[in-house]
T-cell receptor, first 116, second 112 residues
Framework: DTEVTQTPKHLVMGMTNKKSLKCEQH?????MYWYKQKAKKPPELMFV???????INESVPSRFSPECPNSSLLNLHLHALQPEDSALYLC???????????????FGEGSRLTVL | GDSVTQMEGPVTLSEEAFLTINCTYT??????LFWYVQYPGEGLQLLLK?????DKGSNKGFEATYRKETTSFHLEKGSVQVSDSAVYFC???????????FGKGITLSVRP
């Protein structure tokens, strides 16, 4: 069983809706990540939190808003999305940010988002 | 910048066949190398890793050796099973302040 839990597993939303994706880990990891994955493509990095502070934003549109309420939780708030934002959104965690570990990430199973 | 190149797919094999998936990389310094696997409908899982030249990573019958002279990290398995059907991503972490860089991934299908 994965130790990174993501909810919901599936989400359908209209372009005017506001929704959130949630991610939780209890491994004591201090870095958490959001990735976006389109079908048959590798994951694309969106955001990195290190010690609950946003350390990397890969020029993601502002309609995606990350939040890290504490070291175990990571949210991704969604607003005014476009159909092309439909994808699998993966959360991951690691002991420390890349500088502090060998790059081993633990992924959740993802939230499959469909924007109508 | 850092990059990872994987062989083109998809790959279809019969059960018990030998598997090789090629991966080469470009990086400055001494990266760590990884194979991640994504089973249908799931997130990615670390399959194996190697952190320095000549290291061999192994897990679940899969192996890969970090070859600095050829900048390669090919994945091999002696006898594949239907349950190995998945997408396989080669990746590298280039060290300080370096992100995890993924290859394009390759889909493996194993027939009974």
């Amino acid at each position: 069983d994965t130790e990174v839990t993501q909810t919901p597993k599936h989400l359908v939303m209209g372009m005017t809706n506001k929704k959130s994706l949630k991610c939780e880990q209890h491994m004591g990891h201090r870095a958490m990540y959001w990735y976006k994955q389109k079908a048959k493509k590798p994951p694309e990095l969106m955001f990195v939190y290190s010690y609950e502070k946003l350390s990397i934003n890969e020029s993601v549109p502002s309609r995606f808003s990350p939040e890290c309420p504490n070291s175990s939780l990571l949210n991704l708030h969604l607003h005014a999305l476009q159909p092309e934002d439909s994808a699998l959104y993966l959360c991951a965690s690691s002991l420390g940010r890349w500088t502090l570990n060998t790059g081993e990430l633990f992924f959740g199973e993802g939230s499959r988002l469909t924007v109508l | 910048g850092d990059s990872v190149t994987q062989m083109e797919g998809p790959v279809t094999l019969s059960e018990e066949a030998f598997l090789t998936i090629n991966c080469t990389y470009t990086a400055t310094g001494y990266p760590s190398l990884f194979w991640y696997v994504q089973y249908p409908g799931e997130g990615l899982q670390l399959l194996l890793k190697a952190t320095k030249a000549d290291d061999k990573g192994s897990n679940k019958g899969f192996e890969a050796t970090y070859r600095k002279e050829t900048t390669s990290f090919h994945l091999e398995k002696g006898s594949v099973q239907v349950s190995d059907s998945a997408v396989y991503f080669c990746a590298l972490s280039g060290g300080a302040n370096s992100k995890l860089t993924f290859g394009k991934g390759i889909t493996l299908s194993v027939r009974p």
